[in-house]
């Protein structure tokens, strides 16, 4: 078992994590899940530490690139590429066709990137790429020709430049400071930029199916669980404007639960304000940078 650090507080809105509702009191010295009685955040009770999830991350990074090399040592096209055009061209008709027609310099940033599929992707949209990441994958996305940065998105690094497109699939609910995260993105998008952010959805029809084999729990390594109501608050604390909010069911949810990932929070598009407004509805489309 890792080593784990108690979470003394909820990552959307810092209230104290000991006047939280109690979902699941996890077993002895295992995760529980609370609900935040401020905000309405799910959240696990505690977390690993960053050097074991660094361990375990590194270690299905490496598994990931093995299968790469091995893809494109045998002239395949690399795992998973297909899977991404399609949700790279999901992206595009939900910013209404934004982010497949980049004007000529555009550039875009994907946030744990792994091995660069989704930029390889972007790529060919004509986008100058570069991805963050810090497992072993990034010398595989490196390799694809792609620029590769070190920083902490929770930090106050800066990188001297601006993106007219960030990626952010499936990364947030890994981090502990999730509105910290969201607003280093807001200062280093472009104005008229886009976000695309990924979640998994907790409010998943499916998941009380499975309880706690539900996959998109993944307890021990998400620390936040989001709804909708969750990600817009999470999205206005940041100071950004949603332009789009979509889910969508996958079609072996109730069937396979090998395969079951839920319900994507899908698609939150969003785009600087100059001022900070309240939450956004589902479909409002009325932001302008």
């Known amino acids: 078992m890792p080593a784990r650090i108690a979470l003394d507080h909820c990552p959307l ?25 401020g905000c309405g955040l799910v959240f696990a009770t505690d977390f690993a530490t960053a050097e074991e999830l ?18 494109t040592a045998g002239g395949h096209d690399r795992p998973g590429i297909a899977r991404k055009r399609a ?11 934004r982010i497949g027609r980049p004007h000529p310099g555009s550039r875009a940033l994907d946030i744990g990137c792994n091995t660069g599929l989704l930029l390889d992707v972007l790529a060919g949209y004509g986008y100058a790429t570069a991805g963050i990441e810090r497992s072993p994958a990034a010398a595989q996305a490196i390799a694809a020709g792609h620029r590769i940065l070190r920083v902490d998105i929770e930090g106050a690094d ?3 430049e601006r993106f007219d497109l960030i ?29 695309v952010v990924e979640v998994p959805n907790f409010a998943d029809v499916a998941r009380p199916l499975w309880g706690l084999k539900y996959r998109a729990l993944e307890l021990g390594d998400h620390l936040s669980f989001f709804e909708r109501a969750t990600l817009e608050e999470a999205i206005a604390r ?32 969003l785009r600087r304000l100059r001022p900070r407004r309240a939450p956004a509805t589902a479909h409002d489309l009325g932001a302008r940078a």
Do not use: K, M, N
């Open 13 to 37: 809105c810092a209230r104290d994590a000991a006047s939280a509702e109690t979902l699941y009191a996890g077993p002895p010295g295992g995760v529980g899940i609370r609900r935040c009685r």
């Open 54 to 71: 660094g361990a375990d991350y590194g270690a299905r990074a490496e598994r990931d690139v093995e299968v790469s090399a091995a893809a």
């Open 87 to 97: 949700r790279v061209a999901l992206y595009d008709r939900l910013s209404h066709g």
């Open 158 to 160: 800066d990188l001297g």
């Open 167 to 195: 990626t952010l699939t499936h990364v947030l609910e890994h981090l502990r400071r999730p509105v910290a995260a969201l607003q280093w993105i807001g200062r280093h998008l472009a104005p008229g930029g886009l976000l």
């Open 238 to 269: 940041a100071g950004l404007g949603l332009v789009e909010l979509w889910s969508a069911p996958q079609a072996s949810t109730l069937l396979f639960p090998s395969l079951l990932s839920g319900l994507d929070l899908g698609l939150a598009g």
